[in-house]
């Protein structure tokens, strides 16, 4: 396996057709992809964290990592994003799970849990002043962790 960069374009195409429960992104640091066979098999995208207070210049968050089923693509891809935002002089890269997933991919490249979130409200993201349109996914628990 190996990885070619993406834009953001590339990569939220392929979140569409093979991501199960997220939605492409808004705005990203980079984005790359895993080729086998010459054939894209996964994405990560890697942009600013999402929580405000995370926000310290810092510390990236990969906010999407999706691929087509193909074996070890996970890893691959979390084990490239680590290196590369090392590379770019970030002191921490965090990433979220849902609670009912296992992190085995995330495990493999020696993240560890860091916390957990809770499920937003009744409203979601949403406040009197500014109406969002919310997923499901924002009403589920996840875990956080982080890999450098």
């Known amino acids: 396996m190996q990885s070619i960069p ?16 997220n939605k492409p992104v808004q705005g990203y640091k980079f984005a790359i992809g895993a080729v086998k066979d010459g054939r894209l098999v996964g994405v990560a995208i890697v942009g600013r964290p999402v929580a405000r207070n995370l926000d310290d210049g810092l510390t990236a968050e990969i906010t ?25 002089g970030y002191k921490r890269v965090i990433t ?6 296992s992190g085995a991919s995330l495990r493999a ?16 993201w949403s406040s009197r002043g500014r ?3 919310n ?8 875990k956080r962790w982080v890999l450098l």
């Open 6 to 21: 993406l834009t953001l374009r590339e990569a939220n195409e392929f979140i569409k057709k093979y991501h199960r429960h």
């Open 64 to 88: 999407r990592v999706c691929t087509d089923g193909t074996k070890n693509a996970n890893s691959f891809l979390y084990a490239r994003c680590k290196k590369i935002c090392q590379l770019m």
């Open 96 to 101: 979220y799970t849902l609670d009912e997933e």
């Open 109 to 124: 490249v020696g993240a560890e849990i860091d916390g957990e979130t809770k499920p937003a409200g009744p409203a979601g």
């Open 131 to 133: 109406k969002r349109q």
């Open 135 to 142: 997923q499901e996914i924002y009403f589920k628990k996840k």
